[in-house]
């Protein structure tokens, strides 16, 4: 029987054929001296050389973030071009089609007209949800591709995971799920399901989120093989030089790029609360990306009036179940602010816009106030720390709880951390790019470093916190840990692994880890651990340092005198 995973089997002809264009140094790994290979002007000015071709470092860094390996990612100029790729690879003009969850991005059908590929459109629930098996049954014997959005554009909502894992199992061609908008929600990306569906291509982007639009860097995370033959047919130099360098330096500081993310996340629920009560809005759609579609009584009034005061908004109004619709980016406070404003009751009545739209006092602006967030005085606190081996970026907030963000490179390393911030029912986010080729030594050290230091600057005067221990059970294994955060250094480590790794990292690295932790936490640490399985045992200590963590630093009441007898900590 023929393996419906060959994706061979699926490429066009012509590109399954094809011997791609190869550079000098695509052969020579090592360091030259002098380059007279490429007919390069060798005199320098920052750009006179060309730049990687397989952008190995801007790859070497995502595959930390997207936790998937570099030879899994392509990129491209802009997602437009892997969409571009993706019917030049698998179909053949003037005899294929592929299917559309409509209404969607418009590219998709721009692109497989230039590539004179036929556009089936298989609609979305009146709700914008995906009808898998509607979908289905709109492929035809030419169809090659289907292509999801997720969250979707212009609509805004996620599609249904279940609904495209279930056209994932009854599609044989390429499925393509566009996550342009993923940083935005809570829902994990399908990147995870690539092992299970190599004939699944996701694409993301450095264009929203990230906040890189002009430098026009797309992502298609798929199977290597599809990736490598990409990679053959794009461009040799797609993304200049400029761009890669300004992309890692933009990029080594992921969490600001984070942080925000969850700011627009906020604004959006503020922009649709206040919207939502406008006299001349029908229906604000529910959002997991940074826009709100958003339909209006008199669209073109709408339109029109935000234009006269320089505000510039998308009329989706065209697209399929999209009658009388505009799409709104979410923008900085004061540009929503400024949205509501001019669309409120208020300005309508008055016809005002522009420079006195703050004056407007109507129910939207007080809606507009209502989401705002008051500067509590939460203990927070982000350090970053750069040498030749790593940067480590760490978030904390000892009195909010959020979804850890970790991404190290070291899966196992990822785990624990994950652990200190479920249990720690704290903020936690850490990133490292680290010297991995190497060994693990510089990642896991620099990251109990910055940890520490984090978590040492977030406590601040230690008002009101405690000094506790906390002994857990993990299946057979067994772990206890005594934490005093009194600002001595102290450090006892009774735990007995049996084998030299667990997972990808080296099991003396656990050691090290605390120790450097409890030197820059400024504390006693005391951890005992014992088990058969070296995992459980590891996730013990992480899941016990955690709690007595947790109940170290929590606040009893309020500003609470230092718990010792000296009255300082
Ligand atoms: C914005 C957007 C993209 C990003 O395109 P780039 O070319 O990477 O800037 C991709 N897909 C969808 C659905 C989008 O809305």
Known sequence: MEDKNNIRRLLRDNIASLAPYSTARDDCRVQMDIYLDANENPYPNGVNRYPSPHQTRLKEMLSVLKKIPSENIFLGNGSDEAIDLVFRLFCPPGRSSMVQAVPTYGMYSVAAAINDVRVIDAP????????????????????????????????????????????LDNFDGITVVDEAYIDFTEEESMVSLI???????????LSKAWGMAGLRIGLAISDKFTVEVMSRVKYPYNISLLNQAKAEELMRDPLSAYEKAEEIKSERERLAT????????????????????????????????????????????????????????????????????VLSDKCASSGCAGSDADSSDGKASDAAMAGRQAGAAERCASCFRRTGETAVSVRVN???????????????????????????????????????????????????????????????????????????????AEATVLLDLGGRIDFLWDVTLHEPKIGDVSAQMFRHFFKSLSEHLCCNLHIKAAGDNDHHIMEGVFKAFARALRMAVRQEHGASPVPSSKGAL
């Open 124 to 167: 979305l629930r009146e709700n914008f949800s995906l009808d898998a098996d509607s979908l289905l049954s709109k492929v035809e014997h030419d169809t090659k591709v289907i292509f999801l959005c997720s969250p979707n554009n212009p609509s805004g909502n996620l599609l249904d995971r279940d609904g495209i894992i279930r056209i």
């Open 195 to 205: 092992g299970r569906y190599p004939r699944l291509i996701v694409l993301q982007t």
């Open 274 to 341: 206040g919207l939502a009560v406008i006299d001349s809005v029908v229906k604000v759609y529910p959002s997991d990306a940074n826009f709100l579609l958003v339909q209006f009584k008199d669209k073109d009034m709408a339109f029109d009036r935000l234009m006269q005061a320089g505000i510039i908004v998308r009329d989706r109004s065209s697209a399929y179940m999209c009658a009388g619709c505009l799409r709104i980016t979410v923008g900085t406070p004061e540009e929503n602010d400024r949205v509501l404003a």
């Open 398 to 476: 000892l009195d909010k709880f959020r979804k850890p963000r970790i991404a190290t490179g070291l899966a196992f390393l990822n785990h624990m951390l994950e652990q200190i911030g479920w249990h720690g029912g704290i903020t936690l986010d850490v990133i490292c790019f680290g010297d991995l080729a190497t060994d693990d030594h510089h990642s896991v050290e620099d990251v109990a470093i910055v940890l520490g230091d984090c978590l040492k600057e977030a406590l601040g005067n230690k008002a009101g916190i405690g000094r506790y221990g906390f002994s857990l059970p993990m299946d057979e």
